[in-house]
């Protein structure tokens, strides 16, 4: 297990290091798209050290963060976060919602999601 929490942890800095690739280049529809990556990959991590098994193969966070028992631990902003981050999995794949969503970010928007996606990802890292 501890090679596949490995695995989770790695890919889960290897998107974060692309949101921020992403925010440089302005590119700011997919800087939520891989902030909701890192986080989605850390909390697989999570759940492997946590359950010793293999995370569920799903993108939802709240489903994520309850099965592996973190959700509790989080405080509400946290928990305002990973509802805030849900749709940009989703609704970013498809192009009916990307244009709805570029509408709404800005690159200071997308510098606040960085940021706090760093947060929550180093938060749950220690819980590691």
């Known amino acids: 297990?501890?090679?596949?929490v490995k695995y989770w942890l790695s890919l889960?800095?290897?998107?974060?290091?692309?949101?921020?690739a992403m925010l440089q280049t302005k590119r700011l529809l997919y800087v939520g798209f891989m902030c909701h990556q890192s986080v989605e990959k850390i909390l697989k991590a999570y759940f492997t050290k946590i359950k010793s098994s293999t995370a569920p193969y799903t993108h939802n966070l709240?489903?994520?963060s309850k099965e592996s028992g973190i959700y509790e631990l989080f405080n509400d902003i946290h928990k305002e976060y990973i509802q805030f981050?849900?749709?940009l999995n989703i609704e970013?794949?498809?192009p009916s919602y990307k244009e709805k969503i570029f509408e709404s970010l800005s690159y200071?928007?997308?510098v606040l999601i960085?940021?706090?996606t760093k947060e929550i990802v180093n938060w749950i890292k220690q819980k590691l």
Not at 1 to 4: I, L, R, S, V, Y
Not at 12 to 20: I, K, P
């Open 92 to 94: 970013s794949r498809y």
């Open 85 to 87: 981050l849900e749709p």
């Open 62 to 64: 709240t489903f994520l």
């Open 114 to 116: 960085l940021n706090s």
């Open 108 to 110: 200071d928007r997308c």
């Open 12 to 20: 889960s800095e290897y998107d974060l290091d692309t949101a921020e």
């Open 1 to 4: 297990m501890e090679e596949k």
